[in-house]
């Protein structure tokens, strides 16, 4: 079974105002889909249904062909990771904020997925390593840089399918590139859905759905997007 299936999905927050419509698409396993649109065609809206923050009001989502309803929390957050846009950083030391998702990684677990997102540099920043301080009370990390931890916490939990939310914040063009290599690192050996704001994530995306007013605008590789618009 492919690893996410929409399937004729509808969804609205409020009674009377559709946020999603028959919302249809497949996410084959071991690729990357980029999830496009304007600004409240619903995108977020896809991911949250994933987590399961609501249900759908119409249609259904399975994932690696169980019914999203059917699935055990516990055994689909071991399945599927999601890292939220501007997911706090706890006040505590880097090993309490990378531990949330997965408490029994080793400290070389650790170290190995702080590399992979491009932060094994704040461990030389204090001596103490894993043991620093960060958030309120310590080493406060920039924007860019918070966003890449939250990364590396859901990483650390290992899960085969991957959920992202691209941060719309203006990074700097450092940041910028180092977190797209941090993506192209966590979607290696993966299936990744992620709603993209950077061109050059939904170019290096094996398909992109264009999601327009909660409709599926339209859905496939960019060289055929191109070709068809
Ligand atoms: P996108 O991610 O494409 O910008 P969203 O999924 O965030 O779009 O939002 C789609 C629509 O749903 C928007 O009109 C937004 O205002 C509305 N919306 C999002 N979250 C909520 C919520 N928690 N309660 C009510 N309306 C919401
Ligand atoms: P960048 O330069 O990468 O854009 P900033 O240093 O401007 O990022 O930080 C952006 C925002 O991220 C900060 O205003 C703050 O709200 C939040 N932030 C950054 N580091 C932390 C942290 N350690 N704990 C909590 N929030 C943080």
């Not at 406060?140 to 939990?157: D, F």
């Amino acid at each position: 079974a492919p690893a996410i299936e929409f399937h004729e999905v509808g969804f609205g927050y409020t009674a009377g105002r559709p946020i999603l419509d028959r919302v249809s698409f497949t996410v084959p396993r071991g690729t990357r889909t980029a999830v496009v649109g304007p600004s409240g065609a619903g995108k977020s809206t896809l991911l949250a249904l994933l987590e399961r923050f609501y249900d759908v009001h119409a249609g259904s989502i399975r994932v690696e062909g169980v019914d999203l309803r059917s699935w055990r929390r516990t055994a689909l957050r071991a399945r599927m990771g999601y890292v939220e846009q501007g997911a706090p950083v706890l006040a505590g030391t880097l090993r309490d904020n990378l531990l949330l998702a997965a408490p029994d990684a080793s400290d070389e677990d650790m170290r190995r997925v702080l590399a992979q997102v491009n932060l094994a540099e704040v461990l030389t920043r204090d001596p103490l390593g894993l043991d620093a301080q960060v958030g309120e009370a310590g080493v406060l990390l920039s924007g860019g840089e918070a966003q890449r931890l939250a990364l590396a916490r859901t990483l650390l939990a290992a899960p085969p399918i991957l959920l992202l939310d691209e941060a719309t914040s203006a990074l700097d063009s450092r940041n910028e590139s180092t977190m797209k290599q941090a993506v192209d690192a966590a979607s290696r050996d993966r299936t990744v859905l992620v709603v993209a704001h950077r061109l050059a994530t939904v170019l290096d995306s094996d398909q992109i759905v264009v999601l327009d007013h909660g409709r599926v605008a339209a859905v496939g590789p960019h060289e055929e997007l191109l070709h068809t618009s």
